[in-house]
């Protein structure tokens, strides 16, 4: 049995992993982490209205809870409280998932040093699927250099989604510019407008919003004569939820390391 704390607990990804949890028979959530303004009842499951989860703590400290558990699992959304959520699992010996997004650099370095204590996963992206696009992309990418194959990306989002292009794009961009042995600034064209010819060196990436779409990546190599086509289409915000319970069974007895999905993966 994997025991986890899942700090975020009352957020939108925070309330998925809580929902999930219950279809597992071998993963158990034994208390949840709050911002001390979005706690008006102590108790996990009156606070979700999950009532399975009724007589589990609800704390804005996890200090109070780190003994119980195996994992702690953060999506709090704060990156300054998630480096703060990781030093405290790390020093207690406790795996750690981290799918909180925005960190800066210095903070990557603080979560990267948890994981001198205890094994620390970082994605921005939990989805299974996904991450192995990442890794099927990277490889295409060498496969295909310098063999008159052009690259494209494109990404579709619901209407309400305000960053463009998705981090998800970027994070393909940044892998195939990677494997050309160029950069992300030199070679990215973010949409296109005007009269001339694209340079063989571009990564296009082009961005679509619209109607209730969760998410669909498509990476195109264009070559003459054929063309790969490598999509992921995501139709429930689920499959992040359930590949932080995935990633969080995976790292249960693992040694002090800095992990990734592909590592969950096996790749």
């Not at 990267?112 to 992309?137: I, Q, R, T």
């Not at 109607?211 to 995501?234: M, N, Q, S």
């Amino acid at each position: 049995m994997t025991k986890a704390v899942v700090c975020g607990a009352l957020g939108r990804m925070g309330r998925s992993i809580l929902r999930l949890s219950l279809e597992y028979s071998d993963f158990e959530v034994i208390a949840g982490v709050e911002h001390p303004d979005c706690i008006r009842v102590a108790d996990l499951g009156e606070a979700s209205g999950i009532q399975e989860l009724k007589g589990r703590p609800l704390t804005s400290r996890l200090e109070d809870v780190i003994s119980e558990c195996h994992v702690v699992i953060e999506f709090s959304g704060n990156p300054s409280a998630a480096v703060s959520h990781a030093k405290i699992a790390s020093l207690s010996g406790k795996g750690v998932v981290i799918g909180t997004t925005g960190f800066s650099e210095e903070e990557v370095q603080e979560v990267k040093e948890c994981s001198k204590y205890a094994p620390v996963l970082l994605s921005p992206n939990m989805s299974l699927g996904v991450n192995l696009l990442f890794k099927l992309v990277e490889l295409s990418a060498k496969a295909l250099k310098d063999k008159n194959f052009d690259v494209e990306i494109t990404e579709i989002h619901h209407r309400f989604k305000k960053d463009a292009p998705s981090g998800t794009a970027l994070k393909l961009a940044s892998i195939i510019a990677d494997a050309l042995n160029t950069s992300l600034k030199d070679s990215a064209v973010f949409g296109r407008e005007g009269i001339h010819q694209r340079n063989t060196n571009q990564i296009g990436v082009l961005a679509l919003r619209g109607g209730d779409v969760v998410g669909d990546h498509t990476v195109y190599f264009l070559g003459f004569g054929e063309r790969i086509e490598l999509t992921h289409r995501a139709t429930s915000r689920d499959i992040f939820a359930k590949g932080a319970i995935e990633a969080s069974r995976w790292i249960k007895d693992k040694p002090a390391g800095f992990y990734s999905m592909l590592d969950v993966l096996g790749l």
